[in-house]
């Protein structure tokens, strides 16, 4: 959110008063400073790319749906009538990843497994021998 007003050179240049000047709204914002999530004060640019990156970059990874709020209040000034006060507040909500891990039921046995027992198998489970000595010489004469 760059502007001509961005920059303070800029206005020397032009030889203009900004007060001066009728601020629009993203003029307005690219000066603001809002409080983001972790209750940090933030330039409002900076604070939006933050939270737009992390609810994205979540978004894709667990492939739920993920939001970006920016509320922008205004209020009157109770001292000055003709003053303005303006508050921006940015939220997020990032999906939270899933940590459970599958195991299966065997309805016969009442037992828990790591694989599923109604599943067919291609291959049979190989068994694990011991290969010391006379198994490991068994072993290679097959």
């Known amino acids: 959110m760059y502007n001509k007003y961005s920059n303070p050179l800029n206005w020397r ?6 007060a001066d000047e009728k601020l629009k709204f993203m003029d307005m914002l690219s000066i603001m400073r809002v409080i983001d999530d972790d209750d940090r004060v933030r330039k409002f640019e900076d604070c939006i790319e933050k939270a737009f990156s992390e609810v994205s970059k979540k978004v894709a990874e667990y492939g739920r749906d993920g939001s970006l709020n920016i509320q922008v209040k205004f209020q009157c000034d109770k001292k000055n009538k003709n003053a303005v ?5 940015v ?22 497994y790591l694989d599923d027992p109604d599943q067919l198998r291609l291959f049979e489970t190989s068994k694990v021998r011991d290969i010391s000595g006379k198994d490991a010489a068994a072993q290679n004469d097959k």
């Open 91 to 112: 939220k997020k909500t990032i999906p939270k990843g899933c940590q459970a891990n599958s195991f299966y039921r065997d309805p016969k046995t009442g037992g828990v």
């Open 85 to 89: 006060n303006v508050f921006a507040e």
């Open 13 to 18: 240049k032009e030889n203009k008063n900004v």
